[in-house]
């Protein structure tokens, strides 16, 4: 665990699409995988050991974590219920301080909408530490950005993207390539104007001179 730059994918407990997430886990190169507390459960169904798991162990099966305390190759950290953060911003803010050059979390969503907005604010974790976060599942690719960003038609994760100021308001908003652009606008909040817009050129280009952008990718 001592190497730098580290890839790391998150396992949350909130709800993954088995064949999406195996898929993902299957075809890239992470170079931790962490399960924080009850994301276990669907490393287990997919006969994955994590080579760490973090959590209060509230939340997962009784006989799911004594599955997983029988390899002695993973690292266990136990937290306290009784705590001020989440396991997942537990998890993350480990990851971080254990070399991760970029985290993908997955089962941050779900029903649960206060663990979604919850896991969303963590994004910017990423931005104060400069290690890039996003929350990943079926139907959604999520960023957080504090400039500016470029997306690839070839590249971008599903149809529809949208852009949600996190911060009161986000200066200087000029969208390129994109069906509904926008030139130095000032997005700010209780509006929808962000939503849905699509990439019509090679690639879109999201440029602002300050705030914060919440970036959905989605496909449906």
Do not use: C, W
Not at 75 to 96: S, W
Not at 107 to 136: C, F, W, Y
Not at 194 to 207: L, M, P, Q, R
């Amino acid at each position: 665990m001592g190497k730098k730059n580290k890839k790391f994918v998150i396992i949350s407990g909130g709800s993954i699409q088995d064949a999406f997430a195996g898929e993902l886990l299957r075809d890239e190169e992470f170079d931790v995988i962490l399960a924080a507390d009850s994301g276990m459960e669907f490393l287990k169904r997919e006969d994955i050991v994590p080579d760490v798991i973090i959590g209060d162990f509230d939340s997962v099966k009784a006989e799911t974590l004594e599955f997983f305390q029988k390899y002695e190759t993973v690292e266990f950290h136990q937290l306290n219920p009784i705590k001020d953060d989440t396991d997942t911003e537990y998890a993350i803010r480990y990851a971080i301080a254990h070399g991760a050059s970029e985290i993908t979390l997955l089962g941050a969503t779900g029903t649960r909408m206060d663990h979604v907005l919850g896991n969303i604010s963590l994004l910017g974790i990423g931005l104060e530490q400069k290690v890039p976060i996003t929350i990943l599942d079926a139907n959604n690719r999520i960023r957080m950005a504090d400039h500016s960003l470029e997306i690839l038609k070839t590249e971008q994760f599903g149809k529809y993207v949208s852009l949600i100021p996190y911060s009161e308001k986000v200066t200087g908003l000029t969208l390129k390539g994109m069906k509904y652009p926008l030139d130095h606008y000032e997005l700010g909040g209780f509006n929808s104007l962000g939503v849905s817009n699509e990439i019509v050129d090679y690639k879109a280009e999201i440029i602002f001179e300050s705030g914060i952008l919440i970036v959905i990718e989605s496909i449906d």
